[in-house]
């Protein structure tokens, strides 16, 4: 079985400042890493995956992320904040060659980008 | 760019009603889920469709609950006869022959009164 742990439940940070969202995962299979945003009162939209390839993965809106095997993690990082970053971030993972299987997310953390 | 659509937005319902939950995924899409968010939770996993029938579900999807492609663009999941507990954001993914990203719609939050 997989889990995921968000170890920050809430972010808070001035614009323009740098911000890492940290994510763990345990699985015993490999797996595909991915992390959703949720801005206010919308759905989940994808910011970007790791599926194999570069471990720093790029993602839309300027956020990164990198995966680290032997850590376990797949940290989200923006150099530069804007309000409108203000959402809450979820970290997932699906087994690999699981075509149709479901993705265990996060509990989430809510990044609040304050002026 | 394509979306998945799902309607209503929101939904308010009494306990024991059945309420329909409606999406259109993606077009060229083969696999489609839905998913469920209790207010303050995480998001769960619910059901799993590929080829007209259910791949994977969770222990949360039980006989109250059920899914169907009714035509080729629709994607629906059924509660029989609602719950308060079953009150939360709906979420309805796709994803295309790869199967290895979903791409989600924006939600239907359900109320049961």
């Known amino acids: 079985a997989q889990s995921v742990t968000q170890l920050d439940s809430q972010v808070p940070v001035f614009e323009e400042a740098p911000v890492e969202l940290r994510c763990n995962y345990s699985s015993s299979v490999s797996v595909y890493l991915f992390w959703y945003v949720q801005y206010p009162n919308q759905g989940l939209q994808l910011l970007l995956k790791y599926l194999s390839g570069s471990t720093l993965v790029k993602g839309i809106n300027g956020f990164e992320a990198e995966f680290n095997k032997s850590q376990t993690s797949f940290h989200l990082r923006k150099p530069s904040v804007h309000i409108s970053d203000t959402a809450e971030y979820f970290c997932a993972v699906i087994r690999i060659y699981n075509q149709g299987g479901k993705l265990i997310f996060g509990q989430g953390t809510e990044l609040s980008v304050k002026p | 760019e394509p979306e998945v659509t799902q309607t209503p937005s929101h939904q308010v319902t009494q306990m024991g009603q059945e309420v329909i939950l409606r999406c259109v995924p993606i077009?060229?899409?083969?696999?489609f889920y839905w998913y469920r968010q209790i207010l303050g939770q995480k998001v769960e996993f619910l059901v799993s469709f590929y080829n007209n029938e259910i791949s994977e579900k969770s222990e949360i999807f039980d006989d109250q609950f059920s899914v169907e492609r009714p035509d080729g663009s629709n994607f629906t999941l059924k509660i029989r006869s609602t719950k308060l507990e079953d009150s939360a954001m709906y979420f309805c993914?796709?994803?295309?022959?790869?199967?290895?990203?979903?791409?989600f719609g924006p939600g239907t939050r359900l109320t049961v009164l």
């Open positions: 077009s060229n899409h083969l696999y």
């Open positions: 993914a796709s994803s295309d022959t790869s199967g290895d990203t979903q791409y």
